[in-house]
């Protein structure tokens, strides 16, 4: 599954998106919308992660969810 279609899927997404990331508010789902910078971003601020630790965590995810 690439990003493309992550954003066209995004509502049927958020919950796994949720799962995956427990600490992401609802604000931040809102914010994320799709979007593989939001969603880095989100999680290595709430995680505490170096970007590059944030950008694996989200390619692995990626991968798991093709």
């Given at each position: ?16 998106v ?11 789902i ?22 590059e ?14």
């Amino acid at each position: 599954m690439n990003m493309d279609e992550i954003k066209g899927n995004w509502k049927q997404l958020k919950g796994k998106v949720q799962t995956e990331w427990g600490k992401l508010t609802n604000d931040d789902i809102a914010v994320i919308d799709g979007e593989q910078t939001q969603l880095v971003g989100r999680v290595q601020e709430r995680y505490g992660y170096t970007r590059e630790q944030a950008e694996k965590a989200v390619s692995d995810w990626h991968e798991r969810n093709k």
